[in-house]
């Protein structure tokens, strides 16, 4: 698997105080097995439902934290970004669509309790709401 070096700036620093993380992100089974082309396909199917799920609740908090903002161009930042999210769903709907899988069935999936879907977005939903803060998808 080829990694690209980015190593300048902020996302450089980030990655760099993280290395060991990303490390065992980048050789986790489940993106290597999705870089060759081995990811068993209800593997696929269920990773794309469980992310479906969660870009609706990430985009709840951006909508959440235009709210909060004090400004025209803060607002349309975030508004941008939370649009950013949603113009990404239906690449994840056309995906499951090739399996018979409609938008209202993968609505209807069970989110994952651990270790991802619930826990993150119940933080970054509290974050948005207690705090004022501003992150990039």
């Known amino acids: 698997m080829i990694v690209p070096a980015f190593s300048q700036g902020l996302y450089g620093r980030l990655r760099q105080l993280a290395a060991a993380d990303w490390q065992r992100y980048v050789a986790h089974p489940f993106v290597q ?4 082309g081995t990811l068993a396909e209800n593997a696929f199917r269920r990773y794309l439902t469980q992310d479906y799920l969660f870009l609706i609740h990430f985009a709840r ?3 959440l934290l235009v ?5 025209l161009p803060e ?13 990404e769903l239906p690449l994840h709907v056309g995906y499951c669509a090739q399996w018979g899988i409609s938008e209202p069935e993968m609505a209807a999936q069970p989110e994952a309790p651990k270790p991802s879907t619930i826990p993150a977005m119940c933080w970054i939903l509290a974050t948005r709401v207690t705090r004022w803060i501003c992150w990039s998808p």
């Open 33 to 36: 097995q999705l870089a060759s």
């Open 61 to 63: 908090s951006y909508a």
């Open 67 to 71: 709210s909060k903002l004090r400004t």
């Open 75 to 87: 607002m349309r930042a975030a508004a941008a970004s939370m649009n950013a999210i949603l113009n």
